[in-house]
């Protein structure tokens, strides 16, 4: 039988502890080249299909005429409606955050109103998810003062 002998720390007599945080580094530096790409080719293919999609509604008249550029009242609207929008994205990515977590709070904070709050604020993502819920709320607060 082969004996093992005890080994403490690194037996490494050639290592360099500068070269090693040198390529940490640039490893580091990669990946946040690569985060923030995909994160570039996500928003252009988002800002594309909605840009494509406005497009295609204005040549089909599908957009109302209140929300017709030269309508009487646009940036009102517009706001109410973004601001709707970004509060229910932000229900959304809370939700897909918790699904990420557990199952039963993802499946919770679907069907049971008001438990989003209580699961984010347990699992420390609070802050994000309910500050941009707030934003949403607020721009649809102000565009409807503006309406008024």
């Not at 940490?24 to 790409?37: D, P």
């Not at 005429?65 to 970004?86: H, P, S, W, Y």
Request: aromatic share 12%.
């Amino acid at each position: 039988m082969q004996r093992i002998d005890p080994t403490i720390g690194n037996t490494d007599l050639d290592a360099d502890p500068a070269a090693a945080a040198e390529a940490l580094a640039l490893a580091k530096s990669r990946r946040t080249r690569k985060a923030v790409q995909e994160w570039f080719v996500t928003t252009l293919m988002f800002s594309t299909l909605a840009v494509g999609g406005a497009w295609f509604a204005s040549r089909a008249g599908l957009i109302p005429e209140q929300f017709k550029f030269g309508a009487t009242q646009l940036f009102q609207r517009l706001l109410i409606v973004l601001g709707l929008f970004v509060a229910f994205l932000a229900q959304l990515i809370g939700t897909i955050l918790l699904f990420r977590r557990s199952f039963v709070q993802g499946g919770l904070s679907l069907f049971v109103p008001g438990y989003i709050f209580f699961a984010l604020k347990r699992n420390a993502l609070y802050g994000p998810v309910i500050g941009t819920l707030c934003v949403g709320l607020l721009a649809v607060v102000a565009g409807t003062i503006l309406l008024a």
